[in-house]
């Protein structure tokens, strides 16, 4: 069975322009990569878990900040990455601050085979984006989930 991740696209509007929250993923394996590299909020869930239970507790954990809930979560369904795993998300209007992020970590032996752990966070950056840049910027699948906001939301500015 593939893993399984779930997330948060917020957005915003601005002077009538849509833009999204992403988040660029912390750790030496990501720290020079730009196009391509980030994502949306999200994380891991187990077999049995709510899907949007772990949505909202990722978003929490990779912004730090508490997750847009009630009625004005929209389902954006599911893409399958590259690797395999397959993303749950929804969309909620919000804003927040970009510099405010505080992010989770994690541990990871670095350098490789060096007996070193280090910590690093889950999310070194986040940035609000409009459709075409967001596109450029996140994961290949993932940009599916900006298509399908506009759609949602009838937002033509693609």
């Known amino acids: ?81 590259r690797g395999g795993k397959v993303i749950t998300a929804w969309a909620a209007a919000g804003d927040l601050d970009p510099a405010a992020i505080d992010s989770g970590t994690f541990e990871l032996e670095w350098p490789p085979r060096s007996g070193n752990r280090r910590e690093f966070p889950e999310v070194d950056r986040a940035g609000w984006f409009d459709p075409d840049t967001a596109r450029r910027k996140l994961l290949a699948a993932q940009a599916e989930l900006v298509d399908r906001l506009l759609a949602k939301i009838g937002e033509e500015a693609r």
């Not at 833009?19 to 049995?48: N, Q």
């Not at 899907?51 to 599911?78: I, M």
């Open 1 to 81: 069975m593939p893993k399984r991740s779930a997330g948060i696209l917020l957005y915003r509007v601005r002077q009538g322009a849509v833009e999204v929250l992403l988040v660029h993923p912390g750790g030496p394996f990501w720290a020079t990569r730009d196009l391509g590299a980030w994502t949306i909020p999200k994380g891991e869930y187990e077999p049995g878990e709510d899907p949007l239970a772990a949505a909202l507790r990722e978003f929490r954990e990779e912004t730090g900040h508490e997750p847009p809930t009630g009625d004005g979560l929209l389902e954006l369904g599911t893409v399958r990455q």
